[in-house]
């Protein structure tokens, strides 16, 4: 069965958790093809976690004992006038990006898929409109400054899987090609561009 967790229980994280409690009751007593735990800093209650995303040891603990194969994170420092002093912002920068790259290092480690909400607070605001992914990024504030760093953390690998090849003909070919296509959905999705696996079942070498 696969194990999710939502880290994060404000508002969009108690959406995520009454949906699920509404997606389980309507099975009758049935099994869901998924389970999601769910977890905050806050003190564990009966169907709430704790988990202090900022401690790496933590986490890593964690989420070995979990076997989780999605991590949905809901979590995020939003006081935006607090970020602004001094506790604030060290606050809203272990949180809001320091904390995704233990996330992300899990997540590599493990066969995990991540997917991390933001904020539009990483767009200006000035035009007066919803800015789309390839259009610049202009954080007024600190939390949308943290924001975007976390969202810099995040690292785009890939791999490409082929039954077979001719390794002369068009191993350079294939491998360019799909480097190429990381690099375009890395820019797209404003993420850093990581490694590309290149795996051949049945490689054709000639020794003549």
Not at 17 to 31: A, F, I, Q
Not at 131 to 153: A, V
């Amino acid at each position: 069965m696969i194990k999710v967790l939502v880290i994060g229980m404000g508002q969009l994280g108690k959406c995520i958790k009454d949906s699920y409690v509404r997606y389980v009751k309507s099975l009758d007593g049935n099994n869901p093809s998924f389970v999601i735990d769910f977890a905050t800093n806050e003190p564990e209650t009966e169907d709430v976690m704790q988990l202090d995303i900022t401690n790496k040891e933590q986490f890593k603990e964690f989420c070995d004992n979990g076997g989780y194969k999605f991590i949905i994170n809901c979590a995020a420092y939003t006081n935006v006038n607090a970020a602004n002093t001094k506790a604030g912002a060290q606050l809203s920068k272990l949180i809001n990006r320091d904390a995704l790259v233990h996330m992300a290092d899990w997540c590599e480690s493990n066969a995990c898929n991540l997917v991390h909400i933001s904020t539009d607070y990483v767009f200006s605001g000035r035009d007066g409109i919803m800015k789309e992914n390839d259009q610049s990024f202009h954080p007024l504030s600190i939390y949308g400054k943290t924001k975007k760093e976390g969202e810099d953390k995040l690292i785009l690998n890939g791999i490409l899987n082929q039954r077979s090849q001719d390794v002369l003909a068009a191993n350079n070919w294939n491998v360019c090609q799909y480097a190429v296509l990381l690099h375009m959905l890395a820019q797209v999705c404003d993420m850093n561009v990581g490694e590309l696996v290149h795996v051949i079942a049945d490689a054709h070498i000639y020794d003549r």
